[in-house]
Nanobody
Framework: QVQLVESGGGLVQPGGSLRLSCAASGSIFNINTMAWYRQAPGTQRALVAAITSGGSTNYADSVKGRFTISRDNAKNTVYLQMNSLKPEDTAVYYC???????????????WGQGTQVTVSS
């Protein structure tokens, strides 16, 4: 079994910062791409940022220059540093990881339970 556990969400004022963490645990052989998605009320879940096992990154246009995704492969953990937060960043943030659980097995995508980020004065 594989679990993704997120932490770091909360309430922050506009212009503030938060750092999200997501740790993967369980029967893991290898983790490929890790990513953060977000979903605001009444909208579809959308990609925020992604990072490959080699460290290549990509970001949604709306967060470029403000958010930074990183990972610690030794800890099976991905981070999202969010700076200059805006009210429109308010959403539930979900961690996603493409995980191979055995040497010759396929990869599956796993999701965390989500963490609320609220940007408000």
């Amino acid at each position: 079994q594989v679990q993704l556990v997120e932490s770091g969400g909360g309430l922050v004022q506009p212009g503030g910062s938060l750092r999200l963490s997501c740790a993967a645990s369980g029967s893991i052989f290898n983790i490929n791409t890790m990513a953060w998605y977000r979903q605001a009320p009444g909208t579809q879940r959308a990609l925020v940022a992604a990072i490959t096992s080699g460290g290549s990154t990509n970001y949604a246009d709306s967060v470029k220059g403000r958010f930074t995704i990183s990972r610690d492969n030794a800890k099976n953990t991905v981070y999202l540093q969010m700076n200059s937060l805006k009210p429109e960043d308010t959403a539930v943030y979900y961690c996603n990881a493409a995980i191979v659980t055995r040497m010759t097995g396929p990869q599956f995508r796993y999701w965390g339970q989500g963490t609320q980020v609220t940007v408000s004065s």
